[in-house]
């Protein structure tokens, strides 16, 4: 407090600045008092005020509005990592005081066009990244408060990261291209989309989620080079599109970084070209994609691009996913797969809900598994949102109920930790580390009382999850390790 008062950060210089500040001080010390964990809360407001440039209009902000300032004070309290995000965008305070804040969420439609207009202020291409970075920071802030204090459910929220993720994709494809066609102008009969894998594909992201995709085209055969000043060869143009997307969404700018972005899942993965044609796609996942990349497969879907080839390639995608397969070297090379992963990233620690034996890997596995192995018969049983597939594979009969009452709750219990960690947390979780504010949080995700009792459900839930991918997939064959 002493730091503030003596204007020792821009925020508190202005002695205005200092006259705001010593009028909340009072009602800040009651906020933060009130939250489970004062003392990181404290530091998180402190933190907060070190970063702001001014401090006057925020500072007013919080006297005229109480019921805003012991919102903050909680999110602070819970998750002091979300709070620094105010002080790089103090607008989002906006947000939390409309008066519908916590009663709707912005669909694709609105978030689309609100994207868009910010898009046609911009003074020229480096200022549509940085408006995209932006837009991104702040929309993923207002998620994260609506999952802190309950508003959004964990399919809602998973929902809400990938729908935002998905229009700055659409968005930033399109200004790359534009962008790009200035100098190189376009192919004749060409047309790009970006596929959506992991997370983003199965609508199940959180908020540190990297971006999975995959760019694939098409072009006019009779095409030998695009007509702008400096042409380029039709795979070369795509290849060249496909790297300035991956920096339109990834490179860090002025207003700082958006998405760290994953294109390894692509056809020969790091060693193929990053876009792909849609012919060799085609013969790829005909007659020489691995198991592990048709599992990869069953959460790809569409999310930028022309609708007319994006049919096109939804349809690529069902009949890769719907080939006649060896079933006895499916379930080996998958249980192999879940070895490998095992062997580079295995884990007992039963909060790394991603990598622990019987957690979220071993959940999506055997739904994957199940979807390819009876799929080419039933079409319809291929979701890419994990929970979508494993009620499909009930409802058909390929998935015991007793086995779906395991899976089904048990996925749910770690989306809805692991979204709550992400907010919260960089690293590995450590309880004893941890805020109050945070353990409560977890603790009504899981709906149990205490730490201690949700640490023994974690566990067992993470057995039962164990037993059941070995019954049906097997038990995960792993390396001999070096000796």
């Not at 439609?109 to 837009?135: C, G, N, T, W």
């Not at 799929?375 to 009969?397: E, H, S, Y």
Request: with cysteine; net charge negative; aromatic share 6%.
């Amino acid at each position: 407090i002493r730091a503030w008062h003596f204007g020792r950060y821009a925020a508190t210089r202005s002695t205005v600045a200092r006259e705001r500040l010593t009028e909340l001080t009072p009602a800040l010390l009651t906020a933060l008092a009130e939250t489970d964990n004062a003392d990181a809360a404290f530091l998180a407001f402190d933190r907060l005020v070190a970063k702001m440039p001014a401090g006057v209009q925020i500072f007013s902000l919080f006297v005229s509005n109480p019921s805003l300032l012991r919102l903050l004070t909680q999110v602070m309290g819970a998750a002091p990592k979300l709070a620094e995000t105010i002080g790089r965008r103090p607008r989002v305070l906006d947000a939390l005081m409309e008066p519908a804040f916590f009663d709707t969420v912005p669909g694709e439609a609105d978030l689309d066009a609100r994207l868009a207009e910010s898009f046609a202020e911009a003074r020229d291409y480096e200022d549509v990244l940085d408006r995209a970075r932006i837009f991104g920071q702040e929309q993923l802030f207002l998620v994260g408060v609506r999952v802190l204090t309950g508003t959004l459910s964990v399919d809602e929220a998973g929902a809400a990261y990938a729908t935002l993720a998905g229009v700055l994709v659409r968005r930033l494809l399109a200004a790359v291209e534009g962008e790009f066609a200035r100098t190189h102008g376009r192919v004749a009969g060409g047309a790009a989309v970006v596929v959506a894998m992991g997370k983003l594909g199965g609508r199940e992201m959180t908020a540190s989620s990297d971006l999975d995709l995959m760019l694939l085209y098409d072009f006019d055969p009779a095409c030998e080079a695009s007509d702008g000043e400096r042409p380029l060869p039709p795979s070369q143009y795509y290849i060249r599109l496909a790297q300035r997307l991956i920096a339109a969404l990834s490179a860090p700018t002025a207003q700082g970084l958006l998405y760290e972005v994953d294109f390894r899942l692509r056809p020969s993965g790091n060693k193929g070209p990053v876009a792909t044609r849609l012919a060799a796609f085609e013969t790829y996942h005909a007659e020489e994609a691995w198991t592990w990349e048709r599992m990869a497969l069953t959460r790809a879907r569409v999310v930028a691009g022309p609708a007319a080839f994006a049919e096109r390639v939804e349809a690529a995608i069902r009949t890769a996913l719907v080939q006649p397969r060896d079933l006895a070297k499916l379930r080996a090379d998958v249980a192999e797969m879940r070895g490998l992963i095992a062997d580079e990233k295995g884990t007992t620690d039963p909060w790394d809900m991603k990598q622990v034996p019987g957690g979220l890997v071993d959940v999506e596995f055997v739904a994957q598994y199940l979807m390819l192995r009876h799929g080419a018969g039933d079409p319809t049983l291929f979701a890419t949102n994990t929970r979508d597939a494993l009620v499909r594979l009930r409802d058909a009969g390929h998935l015991s109920l007793v086995d779906f009452d395991v899976l089904a709750p048990a996925i749910r219990l770690f989306q809805g930790l692991t979204q709550v960690l992400r907010l919260a947390t960089d690293g590995a979780f450590r309880p004893e580390e941890a805020p109050r504010g945070l353990l409560d949080l977890l603790q009504r995700i899981g709906e149990l009382p205490d730490l201690a009792t949700l640490r023994a459900h974690l566990v067992d839930t993470e057995r039962q999850v164990q037993a059941i991918h070995e019954e049906i997939v097997g038990r995960a064959k792993r390396r001999k390790q070096a000796s």
